[in-house]
């Protein structure tokens, strides 16, 4: 049986963790497509008087629309949806602990807001 060297193993590991935390962030643009965009796109989120003001506000709308619906998205859901709504449109400073667990950083864009 052949082994990999470390090195090797090592780098697969971290390409594929990081193939999944970005994969969280798709992930919330494919059930917000599914569940939301056809009500909701540009029209909404793209409006100049905006009713979220920060990260957690858009996790908050996120969660109520998830309640009122019946989606019944777990936690994870919600803030993959969070995120990609967040990077999509918001650009707000987003919460590490949401952020790395999606495979995004609150570097990776500048809050505009």
């Given at each position: 049986?052949?082994?990999?060297p470390?090195?090797?193993?090592t780098?697969?590991?971290?390409?594929?963790?990081?193939a999944?935390?970005a994969?969280?962030?798709?992930?919330?643009r494919?059930?917000?497509?599914?569940?939301?965009?056809?009500?909701?796109?540009?029209?909404?989120?793209?409006r100049e008087?905006?009713?979220?003001?920060?990260?957690?506000?858009?996790?908050?709308?996120?969660l109520?629309?998830?309640?009122?619906?019946?989606?019944?998205?777990?936690?994870?859901?919600?803030?993959?949806?969070?995120v990609?709504?967040?990077?999509?449109?918001?650009?707000?400073?987003?919460?590490?602990s949401?952020?790395s667990?999606?495979g995004?950083?609150?570097?990776?864009?500048?809050?505009?807001?």
């Open positions: 049986m052949r082994y990999l470390i090195a090797t193993t780098a697969l590991a971290m390409t594929l963790a990081g999944a935390g994969a969280d962030a798709e992930r919330g494919i059930l917000y497509e599914a569940r939301c965009g056809g009500c909701h796109g540009d029209s909404v989120h793209g008087k905006r009713l979220a003001t920060d990260f957690d506000a858009v996790r908050g709308w996120v109520r629309w998830s309640a009122n619906l019946g989606l019944a998205w777990t936690n994870d859901e919600v803030d993959d949806v969070t990609h709504l967040n990077g999509r449109y918001y650009r707000f400073r987003c919460p590490a949401v952020c667990a999606t995004m950083r609150s570097e990776t864009a500048p809050a505009l807001a």
